[in-house]
């Protein structure tokens, strides 16, 4: 079984700088990884590479045992589900929630022509269910709060059931109900072995939900440490990620983390 995801001297330069420096990072189907770093440190660069929406300077990518620059990415795309604020911004806002997540079985956002079969009709349903969204179904994107966008971004990046999610902030800018709810969703998806191996990007270690078992730590786009969560996310490599001497608590599995000085 090859690798979900594999980077090997994976560079990404931009304007003469290189923005991310991965020179070897593998995800296995059964993995839940987190990405950490301070704003500007690659981790966004990195899922655009993970999703197929970019390519490196140099180095190489495969994804789902796909080699990018090789393959085919419209039939790749749509094996991978991606949920990101930019992601979010070409949804048009008077589309229906149920349309939102339908859509995604044709890699399109904004419903025009396509024919929408009744099974598809039936599994967005369900997925709306399953993230506790299917009251909203007849409501349109842009007036959901944005706890509620989140979800419904998740909803549709799982509705092709891909074979690998990518998350960029799923609980950014959600209030302290709103951000323990989603968690706890995402936590119980992560449980269920039969879901896609997830990374998902993040800038506080208090939104990881329990069931991640790895992560990638980057500042300046280099790695600072990648691995079990338990071995990754210690004092000194977040300390050194985040440029400050930090201390990391776990209880119950969820992290959290306090300047010491
Ligand atoms: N197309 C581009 N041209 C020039 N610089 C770029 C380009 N895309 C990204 N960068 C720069 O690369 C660096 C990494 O950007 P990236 O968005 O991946 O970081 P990030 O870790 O996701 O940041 P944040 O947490 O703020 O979202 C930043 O300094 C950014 O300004």
Do not use: C
């Amino acid at each position: 079984m090859p690798a979900v995801l594999k980077f090997t001297d994976v560079v990404v330069v931009r304007d003469q700088r290189t923005i991310l420096d991965v020179p070897d990072w593998s995800v296995e189907e059964s993995e839940r990884w987190v990405v950490l770093g301070p704003n500007g440190a690659g981790k966004s660069t990195l899922l655009d590479l993970a999703s197929a929406q970019a390519h490196p300077t140099s180095g190489t990518i495969e994804v789902l045992g796909e080699q990018l620059g090789r393959t085919d990415l419209f039939e790749l795309r749509p094996r991978v589900g991606f949920a990101s604020t930019a992601m979010s911004r070409r949804i048009p806002g008077n589309e229906r929630v149920l349309d939102v997540v339908m859509t995604a079985s044709y890699a399109v956002t904004g419903r025009w022509n396509e024919q929408y079969d009744e099974i598809d009709r039936r599994r967005a349903l369900r997925v709306l269910a399953e993230w506790q969204l299917e009251h909203l179904a007849d409501r349109t994107y842009g007036t959901l709060s944005d706890g509620e966008q989140k979800r419904t971004q998740i909803a549709r990046a799982v509705m092709t059931d891909p074979e690998l999610l990518l998350l960029d902030e799923p609980s950014a800018s959600l209030d302290l109900g709103a951000r323990e709810n989603l968690l706890r969703s995402l936590s119980s998806y992560a449980a269920n072995p039969d879901a896609p191996a997830i990374v998902m990007v993040t800038h506080h270690v208090e939104e990881i939900p329990t069931g991640v078992t790895h992560a990638l730590l980057l500042r300046d786009g280099a790695v600072q440490a990648a691995g079990t969560i338990d071995e990754t996310l210690t004092d000194e490599h977040l300390s050194a990620t985040f440029g400050l001497p930090l201390h990391v608590t776990v209880a119950d599995g969820r992290y959290s983390a306090r300047a010491t000085a």
